[in-house]
């Protein structure tokens, strides 16, 4: 005697609004997790964006975290306020109408390369203060040379930009 494996009919359209139930409810803790975790998607995987306002010496004065595929400009209104100095030189993400006329309502000169796309309005660059711009990127050289942030062993937001100003502590100290 064979025991019969069919199910009743109405059982497996249950089963399937479960499995569809399942899986929305997984997509959206997913996604709850993700964004206060600063987790974004991009081609790679999972990814952060790590955004600093840095002095002359190459030492933080404010740094943000975002997920991978927020856009910087996004985060411009954030940092400006504490960007001191005559200049804020920043690289052609933060070239955008709003952000130019937020920096010199704050009283300094505006370094930023044109947009390639850019077709109005476009400005002149002052190359030599521009080229001061490489004091971000040794931050960021600086801050990558400590293993536990160049590749994010913490899970959460908190505790990764936590991590990060530690690391900016000794940074200042050294």
Not at 55 to 78: N, V, W, Y
Request: proline share 4%; net charge positive.
């Amino acid at each position: 005697m064979r025991a019969s494996l069919q199910t009743p009919k109405g059982q497996s359209e249950r089963r399937s609004r479960w499995a569809l139930w399942c899986v929305a409810e997984l997509c959206a803790a997913i996604e709850c997790a993700v964004q206060p975790n600063a987790l974004g998607r991009s081609r790679g995987g999972f990814s952060t964006k790590l955004h600093a306002v840095v002095d002359t010496k190459a030492r933080p004065l404010h740094i943000a975290l975002t997920p991978g595929q927020q856009h910087d400009s996004t985060m411009a209104e954030e940092l400006l306020p504490h960007a001191r100095g005559r200049a804020f030189i920043a690289d052609t993400a933060y070239d955008a109408d709003r952000i130019i006329a937020s920096i010199r309502g704050r009283g300094m000169k505006p370094v930023i390369c044109n947009h390639p796309t850019r077709k109005y309005n476009r400005r002149r660059s002052n190359r030599a203060l521009y080229r001061e711009r490489y004091l971000v990127e040794v931050f960021f050289h600086n801050l990558k040379r400590f293993r536990a942030i160049g590749t994010r062993y913490e899970k959460t937001a908190q505790n990764y930009l936590a991590l990060i100003h530690l690391a900016s502590a000794c940074l200042w100290l050294t």
